[in-house]
């Protein structure tokens, strides 16, 4: 089964709320606001800003901020920060000492067309489109009320 780790699933959030804060935000609002440990915020952003994706700023009004719009931030990316390169196997792009029977292994370098392709869909999503969508507003809000399919009452006595 493939599965992201949950540094790098936290990774993502951290970095779509910071977009969300518009500006520089320090670890401990971070993590209030998405409800990760401190702890676990400021090991991501140190990742992150060994990475190139988060700028840290010092000082009193000191904390992160994006590096760059989450248009230009792919998902392979976040993952590459935290996890290290994306290798379906040991394998993968002839790497060399991951696995005990490589020298003998019928299917060495099969697994690199499937390797790139993960990595090519992963390299297409950005951060953007994993923003939550916020509603728009319709017309059936509370404070425009369609006079045709209103609930009608009858008029009371002092009417």
Same mark, same amino acid.
């Given at each position: 089964? =493939?599965?992201?780790?949950k ?6 959030v951290?970095?779509?709320? =910071?977009?969300?804060?518009?500006g ?9 606001e ?13 990742? =992150? %800003?060994?990475? #190139?994706?988060?700028? $840290? ?26 996890? #290290? ?9 002839? %790497? ?9 292994c019928p ?12 990595? $090519? %869909?992963l390299?297409r999503?950005? =951060?953007?489109?994993?923003r939550p969508?916020?509603?728009a ?23």
């Amino acid at each position: 089964m =493939l599965r992201l780790s949950k540094l790098t699933d936290y990774a993502v959030v951290v970095l779509v709320q =910071l977009d969300s804060s518009g500006g520089v935000t320090t670890s401990p609002s971070l993590a209030q606001e998405t409800g990760v440990p401190e702890p676990t915020v400021a090991k991501v952003l140190k990742a =992150l %800003a060994a990475a #190139g994706l988060v700028v $840290s700023q010092r000082g009193a009004r000191g904390g992160y901020r994006l590096a760059r719009v989450l248009e230009e931030i792919s998902v392979a990316r976040v993952i590459a920060a935290i996890d #290290g390169p994306i290798s379906l196997t040991a394998c993968v792009d002839g %790497a060399v000492g991951g696995c005990e029977a490589q020298c003998h292994c019928p299917i060495r370098g099969r697994w690199d067309p499937v390797n790139h392709a993960i990595l $090519s %869909a992963l390299t297409r999503i950005t =951060l953007a489109e994993m923003r939550p969508e916020i509603p728009a507003a319709t017309s059936s809000s509370a404070f425009n009320v369609d006079p045709l399919t209103a609930p009608r009452h009858a008029p009371s006595a002092a009417e």
